[in-house]
């Protein structure tokens, strides 16, 4: 793949929160992307929440940004997947948590078949819901999304970000 995907969000979707001292944000590293099968691509509903969004999240003590890909893959979407790229990575300053958010964006194919998730019980609660579409399809899913917490309005924005640019590339 050719160009880097390197984005920063610090555009604040809540007026009430006010960019702090950033040196003093805590941080968190996570591994996030698309995962590939034929001409589709691995999308969340998150249901209780009103938006859809890629599968990944945090890195774990001890693993590397593709080791912790690989097991949010697994536990997200219930499958293997063969880690075929990075994209790049996006840097988001959520104010509202006073965080700065390094997203590791990865592409990967899927290997083997698509078994049961094992989702973490914040994720049950918000209702993640595994579905596979075109990624113009999921673009449009996207955009329909309409969150209705904070958190929601930045992962649409970096998702649509990752899915345009992992388009660009494969053309």
Known sequence: MGDRLNLTISED?????????????????TSRGIVVDGENIALLYVSNLGFYKLPGGGVKDGETLEMAFKREIMEEVGCDCDISSSLGEIVEYRDGFNLKQTSHVFVSNLVGEVGSNRLEPDELAEGFEVMWVTP?????LLHSSTP?????????????AIINHYLAQVK
């Open 13 to 29: 979707f809540d007026p009430s929160y006010v960019m702090g001292d950033v040196a003093r944000y805590a941080t968190r590293i």
């Open 136 to 140: 113009v399809e999921a673009i449009k």
């Open 148 to 160: 209705t917490d904070y958190e929601g309005k930045f992962i649409i924005k970096r998702d649509l």
